[in-house]
């Protein structure tokens, strides 16, 4: 028997929503002052900055980040971690644009690494959308959660 | 203008990491994680002796040095993996190489090092052009 066998299996969360029931706004003033946070002036074109798709999708989820975590049976002061993050764009984020966010977990999977221990990697997916439904960007964001209680 | 395979794209540097920026993103990601925050909260974790910064702040300096070595470029797709993490006042350097052309589309490698202890994020774009 390995390891992993021998681990409790991981949450079964797998085609958890994550549908967002409020629309997301992109401020103009937020808009600036977070260009400006990362060093650059913000577009005259009215383009918002491209890291909107993981602010957006983030903040207008159906989950905090805290409830996220606790979806994945993960109490959100043992730390999680972005693993990694991947964005695909069908148009620019723009200024004063109103989006909405749909959402799934993907998976968790249970892993032992030699670094962390015993810990889950959640995938799960973010799109915003349009008010008319279009899908203006996707992404696909994966966490490391350590799980120290199993070490 | 033309791009070629093996060209690599100018850097972004920020000289010193801001708290006060991290401040700013707890705010805009609803996330006030006292890790960002509150540099006792960091030793007592045993994560360091300064406070560390959002991960989405460092794809934004990614995105800014895509945006100014393809001017009037668009994002089409960015992956980015979180190799460490980075910290106030450290010192970063977003850059890249291009790994395809085709018509209207460019592929890159990017990375973001920090200086004095290695690549902390690292991943690929296609912007076009």
Redesign the interface.
């Known amino acids: 028997m390995s390891e992993l066998a021998e681990l409790p299996p991981p949450p079964d969360v797998a085609g958890f929503k994550l549908d967002g029931t409020e629309i997301f706004t992109i401020s103009a003033v937020e808009n600036a002052a977070l260009c400006r946070s990362t060093g650059v002036e913000p577009a005259l074109d009215g383009t918002a900055h491209p890291i909107y798709y993981y602010i957006g999708t983030q903040v207008a989820m159906g989950q905090t980040v805290a409830g996220l975590c606790a979806v994945c049976d993960f109490n959100v002061e043992d730390g999680p971690m972005m693993g990694s993050s991947t964005a695909r764009f069908a148009a620019p984020l723009r200024t004063g644009g109103q989006y909405r966010v749909s959402g799934e977990i993907l998976s968790v999977v249970r892993k032992r690494s030699r670094k962390l221990g015993v810990m889950d990697v959640l995938t799960y997916r973010l799109r915003l959308h349009e008010l008319d439904g279009r899908t203006v960007v996707e992404t696909d964001n994966v966490w490391v959660l350590p799980r120290k209680e199993l070490v | 203008m033309s791009y070629a395979i093996g060209d690599t794209l100018p850097p972004?540097v920020?000289d010193s990491v801001?708290p006060?920026?991290m401040r700013?993103?707890a705010v805009?990601?609803?996330?006030p994680?006292p890790?960002h925050l509150d540099v006792e909260v960091v030793k007592a974790?045993g994560l360091g002796d300064r406070v560390i910064n959002q991960?989405?702040?460092n794809?934004?300096?990614l995105?800014?040095m895509l945006?100014?070595a393809f001017p009037g470029g668009?994002?089409?797709?960015?992956?980015?993996?979180?190799l460490d993490n980075v910290y106030d006042g450290d010192q970063v350097v977003a850059s890249g190489r291009v790994t395809a052309v085709e018509e209207g589309r460019i592929a890159c490698d990017i990375s973001l090092d920090v200086t004095g202890r290695g690549t902390v994020n690292a991943?690929t774009a296609t912007v076009l052009i």
């Open positions: 972004f920020v801001s006060a920026a700013e993103w805009f990601l609803a996330d994680n890790i974790k991960g989405p702040i794809v934004a300096y995105i800014n945006l100014a668009r994002i089409e797709s960015m992956e980015a993996r979180f991943g």
